[in-house]
């Protein structure tokens, strides 16, 4: 059994992905320091909150977060979790992690804001976070935000609503969903048992 932790920013029910992880036969602890978490395999970046509030949060771990990224542990940042490995958000003020480069940007006014609901993948790059995941299949999104990444290789999936919003990124041992996969059923499950696989290695 694979042991992993979720980083606690203190905002919202995170209850959705640890059961989503046990049912994958994991063990799981949700944390609220970064500074012990060389007794885990994987870590996890969960998609509720606003950038300035979690990246507060995170700033006596920053360090740690990212020793943690220069050590190859897999990570995997769900939504905001994901907008967090970039520079800079337009939500907030505060810096980002930084582990990736690339800033984080207001969906256009045209859509309501959130933009909620279930959109297919346009898978464009091999992943191991899509592996048996077909081209096409629907996820759940709950965002008013997108990645731009400076390096677009980094995209390996998209969604189309009149714009191309990057649904999955992935760098070395950094994996992202702008969707929330513990909410996308058979789909997220099988995503969630490809990073547990990532974290066993």
Not at 40 to 54: C, E, I, K, Q
Not at 58 to 78: E, H, R, Y
Request: hydrophobic share 40%; charged share 25%.
């Amino acid at each position: 059994m694979v042991k992993v932790a979720i980083f606690d920013y203190g905002a919202g029910n995170i209850f959705s992905l640890k059961s989503s992880l046990e049912k994958n036969d994991a063990e799981v602890d949700v944390i609220t320091s970064l500074n012990h978490t060389n007794s885990y395999s994987g870590l996890l970046l969960p998609g509720v909150g606003n950038f300035d509030p979690a990246i507060s949060s995170l700033t006596l771990s920053k360090k740690a977060f990212v020793d943690t990224v220069k050590n190859q542990m897999p990570v995997l940042g769900i939504c905001l979790g994901m907008e967090m490995f970039f520079e800079k958000s337009e939500e907030g003020k505060a810096s980002g992690l930084g582990v990736l480069e690339g800033e984080v940007i207001l969906l256009p006014n045209k859509f309501k804001i959130p933009h909620m609901g279930w959109n297919d993948l346009q898978i464009k790059k091999p992943s191991k976070l899509l592996d048996g995941v077909k081209d096409g299949s629907w996820v759940y999104f709950v965002h008013s935000y997108r990645v731009k990444p400076k390096n677009m290789e980094i995209v390996k999936a998209d969604s189309d609503y009149g714009i191309s919003v990057p649904a999955v990124i992935e760098s070395d041992s950094l994996f992202g969903t702008q969707f929330h996969p513990e909410k996308s059923g058979k789909v997220g499950s099988t995503m969630i048992n490809n990073f547990l696989r990532e974290c066993k290695k």
